[in-house]
Nanobody, 125 residues
């Protein structure tokens, strides 16, 4: 079982920036960030392949968010720039420990096996 701990959420004004971190108890797996706004379904934000060489982003965050980390560490980070009101949500880190293709990025929540407790991000006007 892999444990995930997110940190870095908080309150920020529109246009501002935040960096979220996710520390995993093991390394070498595909990982991702998802978010869930109040009254909405959980949605994909960004993801890494197991090698950290391939990434994917939701259209709504492309050009504003960056994901970084490396295989030597068990931590991945989500840098969020130019935050908008619609980015307000609880952000979750996820890891896939099921068999996987090293260079593949997994985009669906059902493809991930373990989840963190979530860290809230509130963007104010």
């Amino acid at each position: 079982q892999v444990q995930l701990v997110e940190s870095g959420g908080g309150l920020v004004q529109a246009g501002g920036s935040l960096t979220l971190s996710c520390a995993a108890s093991d390394r070498g797996f595909p990982m991702a960030w998802f978010r869930q706004a109040a009254g909405k379904e959980r949605e994909f934000v960004a993801a890494f392949s197991a090698t950290r060489s391939d990434t994917s982003f939701a259209d709504s965050v492309k050009g504003r968010f960056a994901i970084f980390g490396d295989t030597a560490k068990s931590t991945i980070n989500l840098r969020m720039n130019n935050l908008k009101l619609d980015d307000t949500a609880v952000y979750y880190c996820a890891v896939r420990t099921s068999p996987h293709i090293m260079g593949r990025v997994y985009l669906s929540a059902v493809e991930y096996d373990y989840w963190g407790q979530g860290t809230p991000v509130t963007v104010s006007s």
